[in-house]
């Protein structure tokens, strides 16, 4: 098969497109991917935790949460269409077929039979909603809240290139125990994220340390003394 086939941290990935995604492909081989977001998920996803992740990429990330917890208690959601059958196939890899996979683009609230453009760029995990440049292609957009009482996670993984700073307008409604997320500081303003931070004290959750670096921030909820 055409492509590039590696294994990371136990994860067997299969990039169809490798001469397409140089980046990619590099990472891949030198064992680099998603480094940062697959030790969030080592260390916040437990057995029994439901996940939603925001933003697959090409499963690698999903197929250890699935590891970690179960395939059937993880929600992965990812807006480019060619990923999609990428991401179903890598997770097959790893015997986890029964991880949901749904196609579409998260925002705060999406009205059923909803689309939006959504900007697929040569350079594929930059591809997000409004972006200048690349193929637009009209996507579903799906619900963040609809999706956090259907699924109730305890886990909320997400990398969406600038979308997340539209998802922290309310509380969420879920057993939340950490979130994680990439921050996106050329697509927002600062006071962006202070929101984004407001929020989850707002929900009872403070910085992690453990599972922060750079961009990746995380945030794990704080118990009350009994």
């Not at 990371?8 to 492909?25: M, R, S």
């Not at 697929?120 to 619900?143: C, K, N, T």
């Amino acid at each position: 098969m055409k492509g590039l086939s590696t294994e990371i941290n136990g994860v067997e990935i299969h990039l169809p497109f490798a001469e397409t995604a140089p980046l990619v492909a590099r990472a891949l081989r030198d064992g680099t991917y998603e480094g940062d977001e697959a030790n969030a998920a080592e260390r916040c996803v437990r057995e029994g935790f439901r996940v939603l992740e925001l933003g697959a990429g090409i499963g690698y990330v999903t197929a250890i949460c699935a590891r970690r917890t179960a395939p059937e208690n993880v929600l992965t959601v990812e807006a480019n269409p060619a990923l999609i059958p990428v991401i179903e196939a890598n997770l097959a890899r790893n015997s986890a077929e029964d991880v949901t996979v749904l196609h579409g683009a998260v925002v705060p609230r999406a009205e059923e039979g909803e689309t939006g453009a959504f900007r697929v760029q040569d350079h594929f995990p930059a591809s997000r909603l409004g972006a200048r440049g690349g193929q637009s292609v009209e996507v579903p957009l799906i619900g963040f809240h609809d999706l956090l009482r259907a699924h109730r996670p305890h886990v909320v993984l997400m990398d969406i290139e600038g979308a997340e700073a539209h998802l922290f307008d309310r509380p969420w409604k879920c057993p939340l125990r950490f979130c994680v997320l990439e921050l996106h500081p050329r697509h927002y303003p600062p006071r962006a994220i202070k929101r984004i931070v407001d929020a989850m004290s707002t929900m009872s959750m403070t910085y992690d340390p453990a599972v922060s670096r750079g961009k990746i921030i995380g945030f794990r909820r704080v118990w009350k003394d009994t």
